[in-house]
């Protein structure tokens, strides 16, 4: 993998969202056009095959960004035939299918994100985890959801991950 290519890819995306602020607004013509150059840097190391899993996963958020969807999944679907233990690309391809609603696929990736990552219980690792919980109790398994929830504070080892895993409905009281 040409690790330049995608160190400068990721630069560019990075500086492009920190200029972008909160969110909340669409990207700009020059933001758009930045995001594009950091594809197009990334292209040809994935048609030769070269591109890793960190790699796949920012082509994918570019692509997400960019607001090509079919892309993303496709990318992220061919990352987990190449690297079938790269928990960042279950991670991704799980909360794409969140984000349509698909609970019993997005579970699968999520679980899988979740096993792969478990020996690196880090803040990353607790986010997805919670994503985990959220699918089980859009699933309806809150039984499950909750001991997902349990198991995974147990694995945490700092404030930052335990955060994702706290239960909100505490705090719902509307206030």
Not at 92 to 115: F, K, M, P, R, T
Request: glycine share 6%.
């Amino acid at each position: 993998m040409d690790r330049d290519v995608v160190d400068q890819a990721h630069e560019i995306y990075f500086n492009v969202i920190v200029a972008h602020g909160d969110g909340d607004e669409p990207w700009t013509p020059e933001q758009r056009s930045e995001l594009r150059r950091a594809l197009a840097l990334l292209e040809p190391v994935e048609s030769s095959g070269d591109l890793g899993p960190e790699g796949i996963q920012l082509m994918a958020s570019l692509c997400l960004e960019l607001g090509n969807d079919e892309r993303e999944e496709h990318l992220l679907r061919a990352g987990i035939e190449a690297f079938p233990a790269a928990a960042g690309l279950h991670a991704d391809l799980g909360a794409a299918y969140a984000n349509l609603s698909q609970w019993s696929q997005a579970v699968s990736h999520l679980c899988a994100a979740v096993l792969l990552g478990v020996d690196d219980a880090d803040e990353r690792w607790a986010m997805t985890a919670s994503q985990l919980v959220d699918a089980l109790v859009e699933c309806g398994d809150e039984e499950r959801a909750n001991a997902v929830r349990e198991w995974a504070m147990s694995l945490v080892k700092d404030e930052a991950a335990r955060q994702w895993l706290e239960d909100d409905e505490d705090d719902s009281s509307g206030t």
